[in-house]
């Protein structure tokens, strides 16, 4: 059995125990193949009442949780912990990495599972974990390469912290979005039509294998290898024809 089944299977079992036992359950995180199945068969798990959360408005990886407060009558928080890793001394501390952070807590031998986004923020990185692993994590997380950290719960990220945004204008022809991702990454439409094809494309969290779909503002694109961008929407056109745009791409 591949692994696509064997999630759709879990889904319907934690669908399921919600709707049966009267009770929330939760997923671990989602990765962007994941939560594509998950949104694929939404109107098939309705009946239980599926909510998305990451720790964070916007976060990449997410838990979902199956269960109505108005139904069950009662609430349950999502089982996420925010973690602050930070270098035992600021002055020797490495400018690391993601890479760099998400490879030592592999090396702990934790699942990426357990795992959501990782922050960075100057030589401090925060990470969002389920609740169970959290402990583990502060008692063994001890070096990220050759920088000496501590871990401490951390009641969020910095207001200011996140991912980097970068505004950019560009002119396309249409708004479509092989054209869009085309433009953005200066590549041609067969290239950008090719990453479609082959599962590389998605727009809020759903694969898309044809690339001729319009655009919505603030529709929020990730290709695979190459990164991701919010469509913010058209801002004119010119006096070819052509659509004047407004992107806000993730640096």
């Not at 909510?51 to 009558?73: H, I, N, P, Q, T």
């Not at 970068?166 to 067969?190: C, F, G, K, P």
Request: charged share 30%; with cysteine; hydrophobic share 40%.
């Amino acid at each position: 059995m591949d692994d696509t089944k064997i999630l759709a299977g879990r889904l319907r079992e934690l669908a399921d125990r919600s709707y049966n036992s009267c009770i929330f359950t939760f997923t671990e995180f989602l990765g962007e193949a994941q939560l594509d199945l998950l949104l694929r068969m939404e109107r098939e798990l309705s009946y239980a009442g599926i909510e998305l959360y990451g720790g964070m408005d916007c976060s990449d990886r997410v838990v979902a949780r199956f269960g109505r407060e108005s139904e069950l009558g009662y609430d349950m928080e999502f089982p996420i912990v925010c973690l602050k890793i930070s270098p035992l001394s600021e002055q020797f501390g490495e400018e690391l990495t993601h890479r760099d952070y998400l490879g030592a807590l592999m090396n702990l031998g934790i699942k990426r599972e357990l795992l959501g986004d990782i922050i960075l923020y100057g030589k401090d990185a925060y990470l969002f974990c389920l609740d169970h692993i959290a402990d583990y994590i502060k008692n063994s997380l001890l070096r990220v390469r050759h920088t000496s950290v501590s871990v401490a719960p951390a009641e969020g990220i910095p207001e200011n912290a996140g991912p980097r945004i970068r505004e950019q204008h560009v002119v396309v022809t249409s708004v479509r979005l092989d054209a869009v991702i085309a433009r953005v990454w200066n590549l041609s439409r067969t290239q950008s039509q090719d990453l479609c094809r082959e599962g590389k494309v998605f727009v809020n969290g759903r694969q898309r294998q044809n690339g001729s779909q319009d655009l919505k503002p603030e529709d929020r694109i990730s290709v695979r290898g190459f990164g991701k961008f919010i469509y913010a929407g058209e801002e004119n056109v010119t006096g070819k024809g052509r659509f004047r745009i407004l992107i806000r791409l993730f640096v």
